[in-house]
């Protein structure tokens, strides 16, 4: 498959298995799984099919490896980064003491006066290497690099997950346990 098409569908199925399911008539089952069979058949329903075994390369090769297979194949289901509301069945864990989080320059101000928020997604993303917090922040304009504080913050009682695809996600992160690196 060439590049620009798993770019394609890794896209369509992020719109789809994160935040409009609905739109190509599909029901996210708890833990946001999907019926693989239907959401093939969803696909070529809604004029945009996709194989089993583009999917599965797509799932395989996907950089940030966005989506999981259940064990037998047969469910699929986005790792993180959902607005759809759904339970993703995280089960919390300890932070390390440092993770970061990628932002860009015009969302600073508003960062250092309420903390990090969630807005439309189910959690904050933070990343434990600066080089992804940067990829993060890039994609919005220039990139700003915050250190947060997360064993502090842990130990103030915030639940810290952790999605397979290896994301760090917390509910929000309150100005004073972060700053700009
Ligand atoms: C910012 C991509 C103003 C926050 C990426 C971010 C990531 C505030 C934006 C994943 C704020 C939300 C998530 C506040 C937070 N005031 N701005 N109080 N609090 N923000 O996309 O972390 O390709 O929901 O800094 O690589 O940028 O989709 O979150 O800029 O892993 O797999 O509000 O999405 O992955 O933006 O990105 P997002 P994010 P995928």
């Known amino acids: 498959m060439t590049p620009k098409r798993l770019i394609k569908i890794s896209k369509y199925l992020s719109k789809?298995?994160?935040?409009?399911?609905?739109?190509?008539?599909?029901?996210?089952?708890?833990?946001?799984?999907?019926?693989?069979?239907?959401?093939?058949?969803?696909?070529?329903?809604?004029?945009?099919?996709?194989?089993?075994?583009?999917?599965?390369?797509?799932?395989?090769?996907?950089?940030?490896?966005?989506?999981s297979f259940n064990e037998t194949q047969t469910k699929i289901r986005a790792n993180q980064g959902h607005s759809y509301?759904?339970?993703?069945?995280?089960?919390?864990?300890?932070?390390?003491?440092?993770?970061?989080?990628?932002?860009?320059?015009?969302?600073?101000?508003?960062?250092?006066?309420?903390?990090?928020?969630?807005?439309?997604?189910?959690?904050?993303?933070?990343?434990s290497e600066i080089a992804t917090a940067i990829q993060v922040g890039q994609r919005r304009g220039k990139p700003i690099v915050l250190e947060i504080a997360a064993q502090t913050l842990h130990d103030q009682g915030y639940c810290f997950y952790q999605s397979e695809n290896g994301v760090w996600l917390v509910d929000s992160v309150p100005p004073e346990y972060l700053k700009i690196i």
Do not use: M
């Open 16 to 67: 789809h298995l994160r935040h409009q399911p609905e739109r190509i008539g599909l029901t996210l089952e708890s833990g946001g799984w999907v019926e693989v069979n239907q959401l093939l058949k969803a696909c070529q329903n809604n004029q945009f099919p996709v194989s089993f075994l583009e999917l599965e390369e797509v799932v395989k090769t996907n950089d940030k490896k966005r989506f």
């Open 85 to 127: 509301p759904i339970d993703l069945q995280l089960e919390p864990i300890e932070p390390p003491d440092i993770l970061y989080h990628g932002t860009y320059q015009k969302a600073i101000r508003s960062i250092l006066k309420q903390g990090l928020l969630k807005q439309s997604r189910h959690h904050v993303h933070l990343s």
